[in-house]
Each structure stands twice: as structure tokens, then as C-alpha cells.
T-cell receptor
Framework: DVKVTQSSRYLVKRTGEKVFLECVQDMDHENMFWYRQDPGLGLRLIYFSYDVKMKEKGDIPEGYSVSREKKERFSLILESASTNQTSMYLC?????????????FGPGTRLTVT | SQQGEEDPQALSIQEGENATMNCSYKTSINNLQWYRQNSGRGLVHLILIRSNEREKHSGRLRVTLDTSKKSSSLLITASRAADTASYFCATEYGNNRLAFGKGNQVVVIP
């Protein structure tokens, strides 16, 4: 089974702090994604990556950056956390043999910025 | 935006009944997918239907796709309490990018 893990289930940070959210997948997937999920807004794509050291902006990249130094790991960085970044963050991966299209999600990190 | 929109937004049914959810989208797609999310957890892929398919089955799930109307429906037959969850449609466009709808909350009453 594909496993996507995220470094924390719950995280509380202060305004202005630098925040790292880590995501690791164990299925040799090429594609990795970061979403945020907010009530009434559904899932919105922040950044994605199709390969190591490659990144592309999603629909709401402002205030975020990403890093993909290894194929299995995709990090989301909040350079200076703000209260409007309080949200559920979901990581996903896809690809591999046969280029399967479904995305596999991690359990999510609920981030609160105070 | 590609974003799908589900209808209805919330559904409450008795165990054993069928649940139907609809999804509409705006532009051309490669495929349409449905996901389930249990409270406060990650999403789980349920079923994928390609743009050249009209209907697909998987266990108690039935998905239809009407590309002329840009709409899809998900039917869950003989619902169980464990089906209580949020259900999202997602349209794939470009290279494996997904645009998600806002989700349907389904409550199955035992």
C-alpha cells in the first residue's frame, strides 16, 4: 500500500515564525502536491512538483515556498507565518509505474497560527 | 477555474438507502475522480472515470459522466454507517493536476 506521511498532525505556531511541513511518500511517485483545506473553500493547490528539484506554483502560492531535494520528500515552508495561514494542510503524491492518475493523501497537518 | 461543484452540499439518509451526489465542472477534462474524507483525515481515492467513459462501477459505487453537460454523479447503494464522510469530486486537467469541488457531507443514520 502507498503510504504518505506528514511530520505532524497538529501544529501551533506564532505569527512571524518560519514553519516547515514535511511530507514523505514511499512509492517512488514522481508527482507530489501540497493543498490547504478550509471550510467552504474545499481543497486548493498551493505548490506541486513533478520531479526532484522541480516545483510549480499552484493556485494560491503566495506566502509559501517548497523544497524537493529527494524524490520521496516534499517540504512546504511558510517563511513568516500569518494568522490567515491557519488551515489544514494536505500532502499528496501520484505517478509511478503506469503513471497512475489517482492521488494518495497523507493524514493532514492542522496548523494554527496565533 | 476547473473547479468542480458538488450538489447537494449535505445529505442525511437512513442506513440501507442510496445516496446520490452530483458534480459539475467548467472545461475539458482528462478524467474525473471521486474521493472520500473521514472527519479530520486525509482523502481516499474511490473511483476514476475517464473522459471517454459514461459509467463505471466499483463495489457499491456507481459513477456516471456526461461530458456534454459537464457533469458527473456518484451513487452509493445500500449505504452503511461507515459511509458517513465528505465526498469530493476532482477533475484532472493538464499533467495530473486536480481541481476539487467543495465537497458533500453525507451522514448515514444507523
Amino acid at each position: 500500500d502507498v503510504k504518505v506521511t506528514q511530520s505532524s498532525r497538529y501544529l501551533v505556531k506564532r505569527t512571524g515564525e518560519k514553519v516547515f511541513l514535511e511530507c514523505v511518500q514511499d512509492m517512488d511517485h514522481e508527482n507530489m502536491f501540497w493543498y490547504r483545506q478550509d471550510p467552504g473553500l474545499g481543497l486548493r493547490l498551493i505548490y506541486f512538483s513533478y520531479d526532484v528539484k522541480m516545483k510549480e506554483k499552484g493556485d494560491i502560492p503566495e506566502g509559501y515556498s517548497v523544497s524537493r531535494e529527494k524524490k520521496e520528500r516534499f517540504s512546504l515552508i511558510l517563511e513568516s507565518a500569518s494568522t490567515n495561514q491557519t488551515s489544514m494542510y494536505l500532502c499528496a503524491s501520484s505517478g509511478g509505474q503506469g503513471q497512475r492518475h489517482e492521488q494518495y493523501f497523507g493524514p493532514g497537518t492542522r496548523l494554527t497560527v496565533t | 477555474s476547473q473547479q468542480g461543484e458538488e450538489d447537494p452540499q449535505a445529505l442525511s439518509i437512513q442506513e440501507g438507502e442510496n445516496a446520490t451526489m452530483n458534480c459539475s465542472y467548467k472545461t475539458s477534462i482528462n478524467n474525473l475522480q471521486w474521493y472520500r474524507q473521514n472527519s479530520g483525515r486525509g482523502l481516499v481515492h474511490l473511483i476514476l472515470i475517464r473522459s471517454n467513459e459514461r459509467e463505471k462501477h466499483s463495489g457499491r459505487l456507481r459513477v456516471t459522466l456526461d461530458t456534454s453537460k459537464k457533469s458527473s454523479s456518484l451513487l452509493i447503494t445500500a449505504s452503511r454507517a461507515a459511509d458517513t464522510a465528505s465526498y469530493f469530486c476532482a477533475t484532472e486537467y493538464g499533467n495530473n493536476r486536480l481541481a476539487f469541488g467543495k465537497g458533500n457531507q453525507v451522514v448515514v443514520i444507523p
